[in-house]
């Protein structure tokens, strides 16, 4: 979706106080996505959608694209989040289980400050 599209989708949805969609209907989503591509194909949408966002940052700290507009960088951030969650699915990672791993990593930060 080009950032133009997606900004008008994103503004409409917050100005209307859109519904947010159930945990439930996004699962499914994310298990039909799952369930109909390969493994390489979700693994090579992971990477291009990180890689997306990669760039979208980069942009900013070179100056190409202001922190104040920040559609794009939500965007991309939120189609990695959706990798996210469609490869712990396919992974089968429990909800658990991915919290105490990030658990770990935030301990881990906490410490280093």
């Known amino acids: ?6 900004e008008r989708r994103l503004d409409k949805k917050i ?3 859109a519904k947010i969609m159930s945990d439930e ?13 390969s493994q390489n ?9 990180m890689s997306e966002l990669t760039k979208h940052l980069t942009k900013i700290m070179r ?3 202001s922190m104040r507009n920040n559609a794009g ?9 959706i990798c996210l969650n469609t ?11 991915f919290n ?3 658990d770990v990593k935030l301990e881990r930060y906490n410490s280093r400050k």
């Open 100 to 102: 105490y791993a990030i």
């Open 73 to 81: 960088c939500i965007e991309e951030m939120a189609d990695v989040q």
């Open 15 to 17: 100005q209307d106080h």
């Open 63 to 65: 100056g190409k694209e």
């Open 25 to 37: 209907k996004r699962k499914k989503i994310h298990t039909d996505y799952a369930k109909n591509h």
């Open 1 to 6: 979706m080009n950032e133009k599209e997606f």
């Open 87 to 97: 490869l712990q699915l396919y992974l089968d990672l429990s909800e658990s289980d």
């Open 41 to 49: 194909e979700l693994f090579a949408v992971c990477i291009e959608e």
